[in-house]
């Protein structure tokens, strides 16, 4: 950190602005430079200024008209300058300028709120170590970054130097290979973005490969007529076999699918444990799983019971165990190499690419019933009303008592217990459901964000085709099981805080200004007022949706409020988490599939001293490195597992070219409207094109398109009906041409609606 300046013991006038706005630009610098990532927010300004007393009221209102005026950002208590690199940035190194330079770009960035993303100057090591890969063109690596004071106007205002590569360039791309009448080979890209790449592939370089079969190839220059030659490196098997769209995803997203054989070694040594000096035996306590009905891994179970402590009156004591993966699974070891290269596990609707082998998630820390597992478990004191009055976390050996399903523990609570749940419902399930119930209490006060956007699933058949899209019902049990690993996840927080350990924290940052506004504008479209420049809490978008319950604009608010949320990560500086509305809170209660919750597994081991397995000394910038790491890999597996869905259903659809289905729109630009069919949720496009004659303007403010001449509007959440043009099953992609508006919704003629259904002026 730079030398903060020394404070006087006379009262010292406030900074102005500009000197505000030069200690963030010197601080982000000084941090850079020193690998140091630390935060700067109200405390820090005030102590470097001298700024005391009643004084400090008075710099907040300073803070709040910067952030007004989009100068500075608040995040919880950090304060930045807008659209700054943090010190640590995951980048992929895109070409080389004319000098010859390596020029990366940031791999996470928000061009709606901050513009095109910042190019970065890759400073080239001072000394290469011997055997050490030099980052090259199309490598992704994580950097260390500082603002270029010397740069000029067109030159990138980042100076960066990589700490880590993370993959090196891989010249090669996946699709489909064909063969016309002729036998010459091409290949058809899976990725939208490389469609219309002509690559040829001569016979000699296709091996086994035929036509149909899902290949990876090496691309290896140009042929003399200037179109592109590849060589087959992988044949993946037909595009029609039950596994393709799943491979399809993990070869584009460079997902690791196969464990290094020096980890499958380790797994297979490790046995399972039955007892422990580090372990307290709680196998008498009837700890119980609530899973999914196809879960394979169970790593957490839950105990209620009511508090008889004097001072607790009414109140409950609420177990969560979670399965011990630390003691199997040791820092820097070949099995914890591989659980931080995945980040987490993947899912798809066919199969799941696990982060640790099935040896160890499907059984070692798979919490069976009536099988002895370690575990890592949290006692809750709940109050009456749902308050958390403290909590201890414990090294266990425990038994689970039952493997129950989400509707099998709802049946019985509603009274239709089975002869598994029959036994348990009165010792087991009834406690944990009046504990639910107290903590409902605290939940209803603490107000987190509650969005009603169900989720869709995806059933196969037997050989691997799309089947139908169910939405699971969401049940009371689910809802339990997720607010008592809440309570966990933040319980795991406060006691590594309390106790100076570092940790990764599962931050979620408030809305920005821009999103805001954009945000106010839209619902003055509809009627709703939402002042712009207001404390916004989770609260106070649950205000809005209770506004418009039931009403036709029910759907559109929550997609726009949706839209305005910032996206959730994994960071080593805690900035609170705005959708559940709380102050700190980690992720603790899935580190079989999650590599953030095995960290902090190993923070709470090593700071309560539980034994082995524990987090070594790591410093700030290692812990921002793997933060950046496992954040990427959760987008990754987003965008895998999202594709995956797009290719099943248009797969599905590509038989029913000129089919018309009811859709809703779900996403409006100038180009046109993104579309979801209601009965699949397939996504799909409508080129503006093909809306009309009519030149159709585009509305930021109200997500609309509208015709100029007629005063008919397309606009997001309305129902329409579309006719399928073409799908491309391969690429994922479907487009369509509107058919008609649904009765009642869908094209608005703002003529005839008068000054109600006026768009406000873009700003």
């Not at 007892?275 to 209620?304: G, M, N, Q, Y």
């Not at 559109?556 to 080593?572: D, F, G, K, M, S």
């Not at 930021?700 to 001449?709: C, D, I, N, Q, V």
Request: proline letters at 6%; a positive charge; hydrophobic letters at 40%.
């Amino acid at each position: 950190m730079a030398k903060r300046q020394n404070i006087d013991s006379e009262a010292r006038p406030l900074p102005s602005r500009e000197d505000i706005l030069a200690f963030l630009s010197r601080e982000k610098e000084a941090m850079s430079k020193s690998g140091h990532a630390g935060k700067i927010g109200k405390r820090e300004i005030a102590r470097a200024f001298g700024i005391k007393g009643a004084d400090k009221i008075e710099l907040k209102r300073l803070l709040g008209e910067l952030a007004a005026e989009g100068a500075i950002e608040k995040r919880g208590r950090r304060v930045t300058r807008p659209g700054v690199l943090p010190a640590v940035a995951l980048v992929d190194i895109i070409g080389r300028d004319p000098d010859g330079e390596l020029i990366a770009m940031p791999v996470e960035w928000d061009e709606d709120e901050f513009g095109a993303a910042p190019r970065i100057l890759i400073r080239a090591p001072r000394r290469a170590r011997a055997g050490e890969p030099l980052p090259g063109v199309g490598d992704r690596a994580l950097t260390r970054t500082e603002p270029d004071e010397d740069a000029g106007p067109n030159d990138p205002p980042y100076l960066g130097r990589v700490v880590k590569l993370l993959a090196r360039a891989r010249h090669r791309l996946i699709g489909v290979l064909r063969l016309d009448e002729t036998g010459a080979g091409r290949l058809e890209p899976i990725d939208k973005k490389q469609a219309g790449r002509d690559l040829v592939i001569a016979q000699e370089d296709r091996g086994e490969a035929r036509d149909g079969d899902l290949v990876s190839v090496d691309v290896l220059g140009r042929t003399r007529l200037g179109a592109g030659k590849a060589r087959v490196r992988e044949n993946l098997g037909s595009v029609k076999s039950e596994k393709a769209v799943s491979l399809i995803a993990l070869r584009a997203h460079d997902i690791p699918d196969v464990f290094r054989a020096e980890a499958i070694e380790e797994a297979e040594k490790v046995r399972v444990i039955s007892h422990s000096p580090h372990h307290e035996d709680w196998r008498d306590l009837p700890l119980v799983t609530i899973d999914p009905p196809d879960a394979k891994d169970h790593d957490d179970a839950v105990h209620a019971a009511p508090d008889h402590a004097p001072d607790n009156e009414g109140g409950y004591v609420v177990t969560v165990a979670i399965a011990d993966v630390a003691w199997y699974v040791r820092p820097h070891s070949p099995l914890d190499r591989d659980a931080l290269e995945r980040g987490n596990s993947v899912y798809f609707p066919d199969r799941v690419v696990p982060m640790l082998p099935e040896r160890i998630s499907n059984d070692l820390c798979s919490l069976r019933p009536r099988e002895t597992r370690p575990a890592l478990a949290v006692r809750l004191r709940l109050s009456k009303d749902g308050r958390k009055l403290d909590h201890s976390f414990h090294r266990v050996m425990m038994r689970s008592a039952a493997k129950l399903s989400y509707a099998q523990a709802q049946a019985a609570i509603d009274g239709k217990p089975d002869d598994t749940t029959g036994p348990l419902l009165e010792p087991a399930l009834r406690p944990l459901w009046a504990a639910y119930e107290a903590s409902k209490h605290a939940r209803h006060k603490r107000s987190p964000l509650d969005l009603d956007l169900p989720e869709r699933k995806i059933i196969l058949k037997p050989d691997g085709s799309f089947d139908r899209v169910v939405i699971p019902q969401r049940l009371e049990a689910h809802r339990l099981i997720e607010e008592f690993m809440i309570l966990a996840n933040v319980a795991a927080a406060e006691t590594l805080e309390e106790n100076r350990q570092r940790l990764i924290y599962r931050a979620h940052d408030e809305p920005s200004r821009e999103k805001l506004a954009a945000l106010s504008e839209f619902l003055a479209t509809i009627g709703v007022k939402f002042a712009k420049g207001q404390t916004v809490r989770a609260a106070s978008f649950n205000a809005i949706l209770a506004k418009v319950k039931g009403m036709e604009h029910e759907n559109l608010v929550n997609e726009i409020i949706l839209r305005t949320q910032a996206q959730a990560e994994y960071t080593h500086e805690n900035y609170g988490h705005f959708g559940l509305n709380l102050r700190r809170y980690a992720h603790f209660t899935s580190p079989i599939r999650r590599y953030a919750d095995l960290v902090v597994h190993r923070a709470l081991i090593a700071a309560l001293r539980l034994g082995s397995g524990a987090m070594p000394d790591i410093a700030v910038g290692e812990l921002a490195e793997i933060a950046a790491r496992i954040s990427a890999a959760e987008r990754r597996a987003m965008a895998a597992e999202r594709e995956t869905v797009d290719r099943l259903v248009a797969a599905h659809l590509a038989d029913q070219i000129g089919a018309v289905f009811p859709a809703r729109i779900s996403g409006v630009t100038r180009s046109g409207l993104f579309v979801r069919l209601q009965e699949t949720g397939a996504d799909g496009f409508v080129p503006a094109a093909t809306l009309g004659r009519d030149y159709f303007s585009y509305d930021e403010a109200a997500h609309s398109l509208t015709s100029k001449r007629s005063g008919e509007s397309y606009r997001l959440a309305d129902h329409i009906e579309v006719r399928l043009v073409e799908a491309a099953p391969v690429a994922g992609a479907l487009r369509f041409e509107v058919a008609s508006s649904a009765p009642g919704r869908g094209r608005i003629n703002h003529r005839t609606e008068g000054r109600a259904t006026k768009r406000p002026r873009r700003r």
